[in-house]
């Protein structure tokens, strides 16, 4: 059989368009150092599968790549590849990704029950291995929105993981939305924050979306002994630290909000978003994170009930530029399309309108910290840079481009085109203002139905 014409047609044309005659000659003749090339062209998992089933040389070449970056998309994904992957091959893990997600089968969902025990054995697995990843450079783990009531991640399983991170890692992302349900004792015991405050010195990029969050995943916070004094933080050293967002809220349906503050303890009250920040501050202000170029809370508020007129607001509180700016957003068509998500960027980032994904708003809010790469990892936007991997295209359209492509307009474009005048603004805050985005209607206009303006009757 010819060597060349078993792999598929989406291999580069640089391997497909060799002689048919000879081709064992061909790849013999091609160095190692070549074909690490090749197979490090971002080509999809499928075709390095293909190209480690071809001959002994390349399987060893094209695994190494296969297992650079381990991208686990869905549960069963997860246990199958801590099953099934020889242990050997964990040193060659340079990125590993975790999406848990619930589990279909031809009838429907699967009994969550089976789903959380299968998940429970496969993050056991992921203890050992991790700690054998000693090229381990990021590690991301992430919970779909509409994760099955009864499925979660347990905090005593992500901690053990955390643990045993090896010390070369430097990117950590933490998106878990589903808090614990019918936890065990020991999950109820266990504090996710403590586990990773043990790593964060480590590292140097971090996104965190928990259930519950608090101060201590930079610091320690004294108990305290009266219920008049207040507890004091004293941040750890992070040496290494260059990017760090913390999500304490995200946009749900409806213009409302999806909070992620919830205190770990109830005892301990620095879990707000206010005592978050001031622990971030006095974490920069006190030199402990000396490298640091971004240290975002990124918060969201509700819209009013004001219909027609109401829009939420994302807001990135920025603490070393001490000021928070807000970002308006609307579900424009919420029942038609999954891109609809709009959003007015701050007067000083151009002030322009986006329409996308609400997930990809989230990232603009961020500002691309970190990205989806085409194989679906999850890494920040340095190391995607380094690897040379390529960011999933994502559908951000401006207004014009929305326009042309739905047919779709909105009350505000029309209302200011209508009034000359701009009538809602990104506007930029004190660190810890909460400012609503607000529609102004201008002089000599006022509200019609529907969040139309109309012409005051003077
Ligand atoms: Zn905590």
């Not at 403590?194 to 995943?217: D, G, M, T, Y």
């Not at 308006?328 to 309108?353: C, H, Q, T, V, Y």
């Not at 000599?444 to 303006?453: D, P």
């Amino acid at each position: 059989m010819l060597l060349c014409s078993r792999l598929p047609s989406s291999t580069p044309t640089t391997l497909r368009t060799m002689p048919p005659h000879g081709d064992q000659e061909v790849i013999s003749r091609l160095s190692n150092e070549l074909l690490l090339l090749v197979f490090n062209q971002n080509l999809p998992s499928a075709t390095l599968a293909a190209c480690a089933q071809t001959c002994k040389s390349w399987n060893r070449l094209a695994t190494a790549v296969l297992y650079k970056h381990v991208t686990l998309t869905s549960t069963r994904k997860l246990a199958s590849w801590s099953t099934a992957t020889p242990p050997s091959l964990d040193a060659t893990v340079q990125t590993l990704t975790i999406c848990v997600t619930k589990v279909q089968t031809a009838t429907g969902p699967e009994d969550p029950a089976i789903t959380m025990e299968e998940l429970r054995q496969s993050l056991g697995r992921l203890q050992v291995r991790i700690s054998r990843m000693s090229e381990l450079e990021s590690l991301s783990i992430t919970t779909p929105k509409k994760l099955t009531r009864g499925l979660w991640v347990s905090n005593t399983a992500i901690s053990k993981i955390l643990d045993n991170v090896p010390n070369k890692c430097l990117g950590l992302e933490l998106v878990i939305r589903n808090g614990p349900y019918q936890a065990s004792a020991e999950d109820a015991e266990s504090h996710l924050c403590v586990a990773i405050r043990r790593l964060i010195p480590n590292l140097q990029f971090v996104r965190l979306a928990l259930p519950s969050l608090c101060s201590e995943c930079f610091g320690y916070v004294s108990s305290v002994d009266s219920p008049a004094s207040e507890p004091i933080f004293t941040a750890v050293e992070l040496p290494k630290l260059r990017e760090c967002i913390i999500i304490l809220a995200s946009p749900k349906l409806g213009n409302n909000v999806e909070r992620f503050d919830k205190p770990c303890n109830p005892d301990v009250s620095l879990a707000s978003v206010n005592a978050i920040v001031e622990s971030l501050v006095s974490l920069a202000g006190l030199g402990k994170a000396p490298a640091i170029e971004k240290l975002w809370v990124y918060d969201c508020l509700p819209g009013s009930d004001d219909e027609g007129y109401s829009y939420g607001a994302f807001v990135r509180r920025d603490v070393l530029a001490n000021k928070s700016y807000t970002f308006p957003w609307n579900d424009i068509a919420p029942l038609k399309r999954a891109d609809s998500f709009f959003i007015r960027m701050p007067e000083e980032e151009g002030g322009d309108d986006m329409i996308t994904t609400r997930d990809n708003a989230a990232c603009l809010v961020e500002r691309h910290a970190w990205l989806t790469v085409g194989n679906g990892a999850r890494l920040p936007a340095a190391l995607m840079t380094k690897h040379g991997l390529h960011e999933q295209d994502c559908p951000v359209q401006t207004r014009t481009q929305w326009f042309e492509s739905s047919k779709i307009s909105t009350a505000l474009w029309k209302n200011e085109s209508d009034t000359g005048m701009r009538l809602l603004h990104g506007e930029s805050g004190d660190l810890l203002e909460n400012r609503p985005a607000v529609f102004r209607i201008p002089e000599s206009w006022e509200r019609g139905v529907l969040g139309f303006l109309r012409k005051a009757e003077l």
